[in-house]
């Protein structure tokens, strides 16, 4: 089992930043590099979304509506997997989700879900 907990969210203007942590507590650093890990995001009303992806190999993908905004890092040593938000819009708010993949390259990870943080970004 993979626990995920997600940290780092809150409320904050138009235009600022804010950084989500996925840390992964429970499980041995040689579990956590075989895993692809990623963000998701459900705003009110519609459905979840894949926003960003950090494969095992080295890929990074984002969904359209984020690029050159967000950016995912692994910081392997600490097993945690960040999203840097910046340039921040009302539309990205959303409850963010962590998840993992048992299939480390995996660019849709979906085995592992965390419990979710809230993002507003207000006008």
């Known amino acids: 089992q993979v626990q995920l907990v997600e940290s780092g969210g809150g409320f904050v203007q138009a235009g600022g930043s804010l950084r989500l942590t996925c840390s992964t507590p429970?499980?041995?650093?040689?579990?956590?590099?075989?895993?692809?890990m990623g963000w998701y995001r459900q705003a009110p009303g519609k459905e979840r979304e894949l926003v960003a992806v950090?494969?095992?190999?080295?890929?990074?993908r984002y969904a359209d509506s984020v690029k050159g905004r967000f950016t995912i890092s692994r910081d392997n040593r600490k097993k945690v997997v960040n999203l840097q938000m910046d340039s921040l819009k009302p539309e990205d708010t959303a409850v963010y989700y962590c998840a993992a993949d048992r299939d480390g390259t995996s660019v849709v990870p979906d085995d592992y879900w965390g419990q979710g943080t809230q993002v507003t970004v207000s006008s």
């Open positions: 429970r499980i041995i650093l040689s579990t956590f590099l075989s895993r692809s």
């Open positions: 950090a494969t095992n190999d080295g890929v990074r």
